[in-house]
């Protein structure tokens, strides 16, 4: 999905205004005049004077006036009774429809702090505080490469045992781009794949070992007798439900300075591990 931060204290302004505008259009809605012949004049407003009537037309745009002997007041209440009551339901269904929307859109966009929301469009983002403030920092996915070393890169799937080999899974770089500051970030994902919003529970954080201009997120050995074994350091975290489709990852120890990857491991039948790659500095 495509992901962007959503501006400080953003908010809905042209959409309310939108609906209030139909809201007052429907409270505004034509009425009728009717004659005692069985015709009628559309009005939006009319008033009596003496024995003649002043309505404005809405067909012509200005003030008319008829004897009131030509009125048939008792069709012209129930008519426009009847219809004064249907705009009032049309209108309760609008704002109740707008109220539904709003709070979906609250669930989708919540406060991680004051006037700072995750966008609805979801992601990856790392909340830290700087300076007494708080930060929030979006952390772009970052594909896993073919790598060097007799074929594909493989994350937490066997290797076919044909020879004793290594195979390590790398990232291209030294350090990742998104940088914090602090020991203990706040982490907030929204990710979704063709079945739907992935759980929290799925994701981890994995340490990076740094090698020259790459970054090593596990290494995969087969001996000849077929037996594997995957090496990479995982951080113990707790994944809490937040927000809508949004979760709250919670380190449970230190980030020390240093490469960080949030990784969902790829089903064992696949080759398609996702990675968003961070560093923690001092």
Same mark, same amino acid.
């Given at each position: 999905?495509?992901?962007?931060?959503?501006?400080?204290?953003?908010?809905?302004?042209?959409?309310?205004?939108?609906?209030?505008?139909?809201?007052?259009?429907?409270?505004?809605?034509?009425?009728?005049?009717?004659?005692?012949?069985?015709?009628?004049?559309?009005?939006?407003?009319?008033?009596?004077?003496?024995?003649?009537?002043?309505?404005?037309?809405?067909?012509?745009?200005?003030?008319?006036?008829?004897?009131?002997?030509?009125?048939?007041?008792?069709?012209?209440?129930?008519?426009?009774?009847?219809?004064?009551?249907?705009?009032?339901?049309?209108?309760?269904?609008?704002?109740?429809? !707008? =109220?539904? #929307?709003? %709070?979906?859109?609250?669930?989708?966009?919540? /406060?991680?702090?004051? &006037?700072?929301?995750? $966008?609805? @469009?979801?992601?990856?983002?790392?909340?830290?505080?700087?300076?007494?403030?708080?930060?929030?920092?979006?952390?772009?996915?970052?594909?896993?490469?073919?790598?060097?070393?007799?074929?594909?890169?493989?994350?937490?799937?066997?290797?076919?045992?044909?020879?004793?080999?290594?195979?390590?899974?790398?990232?291209?770089?030294?350090?990742?781009?998104?940088?914090?500051?602090?020991?203990?970030?706040?982490?907030?994902?929204?990710?979704?794949?063709?079945?739907?919003?992935?759980?929290?529970?799925?994701?981890?954080?994995?340490?990076?070992?740094?090698?020259?201009?790459?970054?090593?997120?596990?290494?995969?050995?087969?001996?000849?007798?077929?037996?594997?074994?995957?090496?990479?350091?995982?951080? !113990? =975290?707790? #994944?809490? %439900?937040?927000?809508?489709?949004?979760?709250? /990852?919670?380190?449970? &120890?230190?980030?020390? $300075?240093? @490469?960080?990857?949030?990784?969902?491991?790829?089903?064992?039948?696949?080759?398609?591990?996702?990675?968003?790659?961070?560093?923690?500095?001092?």
């Amino acid at each position: 999905m495509m992901l962007w931060p959503l501006a400080a204290g953003a908010s809905s302004t042209s959409g309310d205004a939108a609906m209030d505008a139909a809201l007052t259009e429907s409270a505004q809605a034509l009425k009728r005049l009717f004659l005692t012949d069985g015709s009628y004049q559309t009005a939006t407003e009319w008033k009596k004077e003496g024995d003649r009537v002043r309505y404005f037309s809405a067909e012509r745009g200005e003030w008319e006036e008829i004897p009131v002997a030509l009125v048939d007041w008792k069709a012209t209440e129930e008519w426009n009774g009847v219809r004064a009551r249907s705009q009032e339901e049309e209108m309760k269904q609008v704002t109740e429809e !707008q =109220l539904v #929307a709003r %709070k979906e859109e609250q669930l989708n966009t919540p /406060l991680v702090a004051p &006037e700072l929301r995750l $966008p609805a @469009e979801g992601g990856v983002f790392l909340l830290e505080e700087l300076a007494g403030k708080p930060v929030l920092r979006e952390v772009a996915e970052n594909k896993l490469p073919e790598n060097d070393h007799e074929g594909k890169k493989i994350l937490m799937r066997p290797v076919a045992p044909v020879a004793s080999r290594k195979q390590t899974i790398e990232l291209k770089g030294a350090a990742a781009k998104v940088r914090v500051h602090s020991a203990a970030p706040t982490i907030f994902v929204d990710v979704d794949n063709e079945r739907g919003a992935i759980p929290g529970e799925e994701f981890r954080i994995v340490w990076l070992e740094k090698k020259k201009d790459l970054r090593v997120l596990a290494t995969n050995k087969l001996k000849i007798s077929g037996e594997r074994s995957q090496a990479e350091k995982f951080l !113990q =975290l707790r #994944a809490e %439900k937040f927000s809508g489709d949004w979760w709250k /990852l919670i380190p449970l &120890e230190d980030l020390t $300075p240093g @490469e960080y990857a949030i990784v969902i491991p790829a089903p064992r039948d696949e080759n398609n591990a996702v990675v968003w790659d961070f560093g923690v500095d001092k």
